[in-house]
């Protein structure tokens, strides 16, 4: 599939309004659908980062534990 899409499809997804464009982005949302059913999880609660690092700040954000609210606080004093 990646190869086909190297060969055939090889577009800007979201980003044009040619049909390759057009053709790209039907296939990256349909990857997305098939990966959210081999889940079992509605297409609307996956959510794709660029990578490992990025995810889990993503996370840590959306918890209220990102690292410039944990790092402000004082931690317990050591004698």
């Known amino acids: 599939m990646k190869r086909d899409f190297c060969l055939s499809r ?27 059913r081999f ?7 996956v959510v794709y980062t660029r990578n490992t690092t990025e995810g889990i700040s993503l996370v ?6 990102s690292g410039s609210e944990t790092a402000s606080r004082p931690g317990p004093r050591r004698a």
Not at 10 to 36: D, F, K
């Open 60 to 65: 840590a954000h959306a918890r209220g534990t």
């Open 10 to 36: 090889n577009a800007a997804v979201h980003c044009g309004a040619h049909q390759l464009a057009g053709e790209a982005t039907e296939a990256y949302e349909g990857a997305g659908h098939t990966v959210a």
């Open 39 to 45: 889940i079992g999880s509605a297409d609307d609660e």
